[in-house]
């Protein structure tokens, strides 16, 4: 009889004991086990032993770290010890790699689903708060919403408007903007000749070409209309900046260009811009509609290499890429991109801040983004030390 048949023999026999005895030799044996480390922890629940369980839930975690189940069951043990906080970090992980098991759960798991979800979203709505509260607070930004784990029902003003990730309510909404409004494109357009030249040279170099990333990378899922561009070349980016790094590879290809830039307030969570980039649209290609990440931001169009006919839709309104005209607007809207021409569409993409907030309200914006990110950061440990404590 092998050990695991033994197990099943000696708990279906209702000898607890000598069961739980088995499956501790057979998972000290077989440590690559998840699923028998999932089953020891279950079974350690249940004969009171809560150090026990939680070694078997951390081994189940170390043994199979991208399954979303274990951090699923790893989180609702945590959350029955009233250590809400490593529960609710277990279940972020759950929302990354497995987002229907809390939202559209199967019936068996339905209300503990419901459970980790109201957990997760009040654990992260009240340290948005948190961070948005005190003398100094503005009111519109502590009253931000994280769309994805607001704790509290909402809706959007319009149909085709509804950013993804962070929401400001009270921000004044538009689809396009007229450079004219901002102080610094003239200056930028005035650069147009020289940062094509140098976009010119960099896509002769083999560097730049090396340095062309489809936009959405192979192995995205969750993309919606998206997802047939997941690792396409159909659509394409050469980075000046990315997660508000700078790509050292182009900074002797680009020194114009990245100079010009240092004159446009571009949208930043640290001290460098979050994202600049040459996106690069092949012939007859086109960007489904879909929604951006946040109404906080404002997206920038500078047209550099524009074959043809093509253009962008912003909440069912066109306009064309034009030489000399930047194409400024609120990616909260439904918004596609389309190219007609039968070669490449070439357009440097950046953001800037929205215009009506404050230098004040950009700043604890950026400071509620810093603890989001920390919070993920550091969730790993949160997680191993609630379950080695």
């Known amino acids: 009889m092998t050990s ?5 023999h000696a708990l279906n026999s209702g000898d607890l004991s000598r069961g739980l005895e088995l499956l501790r030799a057979h998972c000290s ?3 690559a086990d998840a699923s028998s480390w999932h089953r020891l922890a ?3 629940e249940k004969n009171g032993k809560p150090e026990n369980a939680n070694l078997a839930h951390l081994q189940c975690l170390k043994a199979a770290p991208s399954t979303a189940f274990g951090y699923f069951a790893a989180g609702d043990w945590l959350r029955r010890l009233a250590k809400h906080e490593a529960a609710a970090a277990a279940f972020s992980v759950v929302q990354d790699l497995q987002p ?14 419901k459970v980790a979800n109201r957990l997760l979203r009040t654990t992260l709505s009240d340290q948005h708060r948190a961070v948005n509260s005190g003398r100094q607070a503005s009111p519109r930004i502590h009253d931000a919403i994280w769309c994805r784990t607001h704790d509290h029902n909402f809706s959007y003003p319009e149909d085709n408007y509804a950013p993804q990730l962070f929401y ?8 396009f903007y007229l450079q004219a409004d901002f102080s610094w494109s003239e200056q930028l357009l ?13 896509m002769a170099q083999q560097a730049s070409q090396s340095a062309v990333r489809p936009y959405l990378e192979a192995g995205m899922t969750n993309l919606g209309n998206l997802q047939s561009l997941a690792g396409s070349s159909a659509w394409s980016a050469m980075d000046l900046y990315r997660g508000g790094q700078i790509n050292q590879d182009m900074l002797a290809l680009f020194p114009e260009t990245l100079s010009a830039l240092e004159e446009v307030p571009t949208y930043n969570l640290t001290a460098t811009p979050f994202e600049v980039f040459f996106s690069i649209l092949k012939g007859k290609q086109s960007i489904a509609p879909h929604f951006g990440e946040s109404n906080h931001a404002l997206t920038a169009h500078l047209p550099l290499i524009i074959p043809g006919s093509g253009h962008l839709e912003v909440g069912g309104e066109m306009r064309e890429w034009r030489h000399g005209e930047m194409l400024l607007f609120d990616d909260s809207y439904l918004h596609s991109a389309h190219n007609q021409s039968n070669d490449s569409r070439v ?7 929205h215009p009506d907030l404050s230098a004040e309200e950009q700043a604890l914006i950026r400071r509620s983004f810093q603890a989001r990110e920390a919070w993920y950061a550091r969730r790993g440990e949160t997680i191993q030390q609630a379950l080695s404590g």
């Open 4 to 8: 695991l048949a033994a197990v099943d």
């Open 29 to 31: 044996m077989n440590a």
């Open 42 to 44: 279950i079974l350690e």
């Open 100 to 113: 229907a098991l809390l939202g559209e759960p199967s019936p068996d798991f339905a209300d503990h689903a």
């Open 168 to 175: 400001v309510p009270e921000l004044p909404r538009q689809k």
């Open 190 to 202: 005035a650069h147009t000749p020289i940062i094509c030249a140098e976009l010119e040279t960099a």
């Open 347 to 353: 357009v440097l993409i950046f953001s800037i801040w």
